[in-house]
C-alpha cells in the first residue's frame, strides 16, 4: 500500500516550493498531526442531521458518500465507482467500489445505501436535507454493489444529493425505527462510516481526535491524526496560528492583507486565496411600488461603487458579483457585465421613473413625497453595517435616503423578512455545488416561510429556473442558467455585491495541496508532511 | 435556629418555582425557536418536515402547557435532552462542563481572597500612606482593565513573543504522550494565563471591600479601649479589628457563589475553555430550551442556598442577630 500511496503522490506532491527547504526530499510519508481550529461548536458526529459547517467538516474526515466534489467542483465519484442515468432522466444506477469496509469491518453494501435514505425520509428524523429527495420514488438494492434510484420527476440535483453521508445499517436500523436516531452512540460517543479517519475521541466543546483509517479503501491517508479544536474567538485562532499551535484555519480579511505580511508568518504557512461560495447583496421588497420599478433598481446598482466597496468593506479580497453564481463555475455566464458604477446614468434612470424634483434636504420627491426608506441587516456582522453605510453614503449622492437598522437575526428574520416587512436589506446567500436556485428565485417561493424574501415574480426567470432543475444534462442546464444570469443582471431584482473570498491558512510543512474552485479541502486525505519537518508524534 | 433556616428552606421553593416561570416565559419571548435558529442563513424551514420536528420537540404545544411539562418532568429530576442535533441529556452536558469550571473559579476566589484581605488590611491600616496610594492606583486599572483585552495582550506576550505559556485550550495536542506528571503541568500551565486574568479584575474588588470595611472598624471606640488597655498594634489589628472587618467579606463571599458554577463568558470563549459560561452562551443563541433553564434552575437553587447560608451564618457569628430577631 505505501507504494502506491507513493506513486498516487509523487507527480502531485506540489506543495508551493517554500523557500530553503531543500526540494529534493519532499516525498510522502506517513506520520504527524494535523491541527485544524473552528469557531462553531460539533453539533452531532451525524452530519446527516446537522446543518452546521463544524460537523460536516469533522463528519468529512468520517464518511463517504456516492459522490463528491472534486478540484473543479464536477461531481466524481466516492463509494460510487461509476453512474448512469436513463435517457429520460429518471432512473439513476450506481455501481458501488467493492470491498469497503466500516469502521468496525463490517462490509459496505447497497443495503446501506438504501438505509441511508429511508433514515433521512424517515418523519423522526430531524435532517434538514429531506428536501433533497422528495422526488425520489424507490431506493432499491439490485445486488451487493448496484443501487437503482426511480425518480418521480426529473430532478437536476439528483446525482449530488447523493453526496449525503452513507450510514451503517447494521448499527443504526434499531434507533432509527424508534425515532431515536439523536440517542444512538454513534452520534456523540462513537460515529462509525466508511472514511479516511476514524473517530478516536471526543471533548465536547473542546476538540474531535480522529486517526487515520489503515484500511481505507482509497488507501491509508498519509497524516496520521488530526485534531479540530474549538476555539470560539478569532482573535485566539489567529494568536495560535502565530505561536504555530494550529495547522489550518480560516483569516479574516484583515488579517490576510495586513497582519500576517512578514517573513516569519509567511515562512510557517502558506497563504491560500480562492472565490467563496456566499455572495452578498443589496435586495428590495418588489412588493413597494417604489422598487417594482425596474429602472429605480438599475438606478441604484448605477449609483453604488462596488468595486470602491469591495475594498473598503474587505480590502479587495472578494470579486464583484454580476448575478448568483458562483465565478469560475460551469453556470456562471462569464459574459455577463456587472452594472457599471455611474451616478449621472443612475440620476437619469431616477428621473425617467419620476423622481425628479428636489427637496430642500436635496432628497428626490414624487407626488410630494421624498425617497427615503429604511434598510436592514443583521446585528453581529460588520462586514454588513459598513456596506448599509457605503449604501447611505452612495444613495445619498443621488438624492434618496437611507434609514440603517441593525437588528438581531433572529428578530430580523422572524419579525420582518418572513412578514415582508422591510423596504430594502443587505443581507448574503451562501450557494451549493448545484445551479439551482428555484427556491430562491422562483414566484411560487414566496410564502412567509419560504426564501424568495423580496417576492420576485418573473415568468421568464420561473420558465428557466424550472427547465434548469428537470434535466440531468449538464449541456442543457448550462444554456437555462446562462440566460437566467442575463436576465437576473438586467432585471436587478436585487442589486448584487460581491462574492467574498475564502482565506485559508496552511502550515508549510504540509504538502500536496491543490488549491482550485472547490477550495483546498477536496483532497485533504491525500496531504501529507514529509518525514523531516514531521512536527507531533502520533500512531 | 434549626426551624428558621426549615422555614427559610421550604419558603425558597416557591421563590424558586417563580424564577423559573419568569425566566420561561423571558427565555421563550426572543424571537426564534430552535427549529429556526438552526438553519443560519438558510432557514431550515424550507424543509418539508419542519412542523413535524417542532412537534417532536413539543414546541407546537402552548407556553403554558410546555411550562407545565417540563415542571412535571422536573420534580421527577428530568431536566430533558437539549435541542441541538445531538440531543444529549442536559445534566450529562452540564456534568462535563461543570469540573473546569469550579475548577477555576475556585481557585481563582483562594487567590483573591488571600491577597485581598492582607492588602485591603494594610492599606487600611496605613491609609493614605505610599503603600495605600500605590494599591489604589493598581486597583484602579484592574477595575478599569477589559478582561479580553489584558487576556491578549498576555496571549501575546507569554505565548506568542516569549512562548512561555499555552495561549488557549486545556491540554497540548502531544498531551497522550507525555508523563502523569508532564501531564499536570502541562495542565497548570494552561490554566496559569486564565487564572491570572480571571483574578486581576475581581483582586480589585475585593481589595477595595476589605480596606473599606477594616476602615469603619478601626473607628470604634472598641479598638480604641483595646489600644488604650496597652495591646501590641499586633494584637489590636490582628485579633479584634481584622475579624469583625471579615464579616461583610464572608457575606459577598457567600454570594457569589453561584458565579463559581456560572463561569465567566469572556475568559472561557478567548482561552476556548470548554466550561459553563461558553455552553450557556450557544444554549441562548441556538435557543436550546431545555438547557437554558436547566442551567438556571441549579444557579438560582444556589443563589438561594447561599443566601439562606449567609443568614444562617450570620446568626452563628452575631449571637445579636438572633437575638434581635427573636424579639421581633
Request: aromatic share 10%; hydrophobic share 45%.
Amino acid at each position: 500500500m505505501l507504494l502506491a500511496l507513493a506513486a498516487g503522490c509523487n507527480g502531485e506532491a506540489g506543495g508551493p516550493p517554500g523557500e530553503g527547504k531543500p526540494s529534493g526530499a519532499i516525498t510522502p510519508a506517513y506520520g504527524d498531526t494535523r491541527i485544524e481550529a473552528s469557531i462553531g461548536n460539533v453539533s452531532s458526529l451525524i452530519p446527516n442531521v446537522t446543518s452546521d459547517a463544524a460537523s460536516h467538516e469533522v463528519g468529512d474526515f468520517m464518511y463517504n458518500g456516492l459522490v463528491t466534489l472534486g478540484r473543479d467542483l464536477e461531481v466524481t465519484g466516492d463509494l460510487a465507482k461509476s453512474w448512469t442515468f436513463s435517457k429520460d432522466c429518471l432512473t439513476l444506477d450506481f455501481k458501488l467500489e467493492q470491498g469497503v469496509r466500516w469502521h468496525d469491518g463490517q462490509p459496505f453494501t447497497a443495503d446501506d445505501v438504501v438505509f441511508t435514505w429511508e433514515t433521512t425520509m424517515n418523519a423522526k428524523t430531524p435532517s434538514p436535507y429531506k428536501s433533497d429527495f422528495l422526488d425520489v420514488d424507490r431506493v432499491e438494492a439490485r445486488g451487493p454493489h448496484e443501487v437503482r434510484i426511480s425518480y418521480k420527476r426529473p430532478y437536476a440535483k439528483a446525482l449530488l444529493s447523493w453526496a449525503v453521508p452513507m450510514l451503517p445499517r447494521h448499527l443504526l436500523e434499531r434507533w432509527v425505527r424508534d425515532g431515536k436516531l439523536r440517542e444512538a452512540p454513534q452520534n456523540w460517543t462513537a460515529p462509525i462510516g466508511t472514511g479516511p479517519y476514524r473517530f478516536k475521541e471526543m471533548k465536547s466543546g473542546e476538540k474531535v481526535v480522529v486517526v487515520a483509517n489503515p484500511d481505507y479503501f482509497k488507501g491509508r491517508p498519509p497524516i496520521s491524526r488530526i485534531v479540530y479544536r474549538i476555539i470560539p474567538s478569532q482573535a485566539t485562532i489567529f494568536l495560535e496560528l502565530k505561536a504555530k499551535g494550529v495547522d489550518v484555519a480560516a483569516l479574516t480579511a484583515l488579517q490576510y492583507k495586513r497582519q500576517t505580511e512578514y517573513p516569519a508568518f509567511e515562512k510557517a504557512y502558506n497563504k491560500y486565496r480562492y472565490a467563496g461560495a456566499g455572495y452578498t447583496y443589496f435586495g428590495f421588497n418588489l412588493k413597494d411600488k417604489r422598487f417594482a420599478d425596474r429602472r429605480v433598481r438599475r438606478a441604484f446598482a448605477h449609483a453604488i461603487n462596488k468595486q470602491e466597496l469591495l475594498d473598503g468593506v474587505v480590502l479587495g479580497l472578494g470579486r464583484r458579483a454580476t448575478g448568483p453564481f458562483r465565478p469560475g463555475t460551469w453556470a456562471d455566464n462569464p459574459e455577463v457585465k456587472g452594472v457599471p458604477y455611474d451616478p449621472k446614468r443612475a440620476q437619469a434612470l431616477l428621473a425617467e421613473a419620476g423622481w425628479r424634483e428636489r427637496n430642500a434636504d436635496g432628497l428626490l420627491v414624487k407626488d410630494g413625497v421624498p425617497f427615503t426608506f429604511e434598510l436592514l441587516t443583521n446585528q453581529g456582522n460588520d462586514e454588513r453595517k459598513k456596506i448599509a453605510e457605503i449604501i447611505q453614503a452612495s444613495l445619498r449622492e443621488v438624492g434618496v435616503g437611507v434609514d440603517i437598522r441593525v437588528l438581531e437575526w433572529a428578530a430580523l428574520l422572524k419579525e420582518h423578512i418572513k412578514k415582508r416587512n422591510f423596504d430594502s436589506i443587505v443581507l448574503g446567500w451562501g450557494t451549493g455545488a448545484d445551479p439551482d436556485q428555484y427556491v430562491v428565485w422562483h414566484s411560487s417561493q414566496s410564502g412567509p416561510d419560504d426564501l424568495n424574501h423580496i417576492s420576485y415574480a418573473n415568468p421568464e426567470v420561473d420558465a428557466l429556473l424550472e427547465a434548469g432543475r428537470s434535466s440531468c444534462v449538464q449541456a442543457e442546464r448550462v444554456r437555462y442558467y446562462h440566460r437566467l444570469h442575463q436576465v437576473l443582471a438586467d432585471d436587478q431584482p436585487l442589486v448584487f455585491l460581491y462574492w467574498r473570498d475564502a482565506l485559508p491558512v496552511v502550515s508549510s510543512r504540509i504538502y500536496g495541496i491543490q488549491p482550485g474552485p472547490a477550495g483546498i479541502k477536496w483532497n485533504f486525505n491525500d496531504w501529507f508532511v514529509p518525514k523531516y519537518l514531521q512536527r507531533y508524534t502520533a500512531g | 435556629m434549626l426551624a428558621y433556616a426549615l422555614r427559610r428552606l421550604l419558603l425558597a421553593l416557591p421563590l424558586l418555582l417563580g424564577i423559573t416561570f419568569v425566566s420561561f416565559i423571558v427565555i421563550h419571548l426572543a424571537p426564534g425557536d430552535p427549529v429556526e435558529m438552526a438553519g443560519g442563513d438558510v432557514p431550515m424551514t424550507q424543509n418539508p418536515q419542519v412542523g413535524k420536528w417542532r412537534e417532536e420537540l413539543g414546541l407546537d404545544k402552548p407556553l403554558h402547557v410546555q411550562y407545565l411539562n417540563w415542571v412535571s418532568r422536573l420534580v421527577r429530576f428530568d431536566f430533558g435532552r437539549s435541542f441541538a442535533p445531538h440531543g444529549r441529556p442536559v445534566l450529562t452536558m452540564i456534568a462535563e462542563r461543570l469540573p473546569i469550571t469550579l475548577l477555576l473559579n475556585i481557585v481563582e476566589m483562594l487567590i483573591i481572597v488571600t491577597m485581598a484581605v492582607p492588602v485591603g488590611a494594610l492599606s487600611a491600616t496605613r491609609q493614605y500612606s505610599a503603600f495605600d496610594k500605590v494599591t489604589t492606583i493598581f486597583v484602579f486599572i484592574g477595575f478599569a482593565t477589559p478582561d479580553f483585552w489584558l487576556a491578549l495582550l498576555l496571549m501575546i506576550l507569554f505565548g506568542v513573543q516569549l512562548g512561555w505559556l499555552p495561549i488557549s485550550g486545556l491540554r497540548s495536542m502531544n498531551w497522550e504522550y507525555l508523563s502523569f506528571w508532564q501531564q499536570q503541568g502541562d495542565f497548570l500551565a494552561h490554566l496559569t494565563l486564565p487564572i491570572v486574568v480571571a483574578t486581576f479584575g475581581g483582586l480589585a474588588g475585593f481589595s477595595r471591600y476589605m480596606r473599606q470595611s477594616m476602615l469603619e472598624v478601626i473607628r470604634q471606640d472598641y479598638i480604641q479601649s483595646a489600644r488604650a488597655k496597652g495591646l501590641a498594634e499586633r494584637v489590636v489589628i490582628g485579633k479584634h479589628a481584622l475579624r469583625n472587618a471579615l464579616l461583610p467579606i464572608v457575606t459577598i463571599l457567600g454570594l457569589s457563589l453561584p458565579t463559581l458554577i456560572g463561569g465567566s463568558v469572556i475568559v472561557e470563549s478567548i482561552f476556548a475553555i470548554p466550561g459553563m459560561g461558553q455552553l450557556m452562551v450557544q444554549a441562548a443563541f441556538e435557543r436550546d430550551y431545555p438547557v437554558l433553564m436547566g442551567n438556571l434552575v441549579i444557579v438560582s437553587t444556589l443563589t438561594l442556598l447561599a443566601n439562606l447560608a449567609a443568614d444562617v451564618a450570620y446568626g452563628l457569628v452575631d449571637p445579636r442577630i438572633r437575638v434581635g430577631r427573636r424579639r421581633r
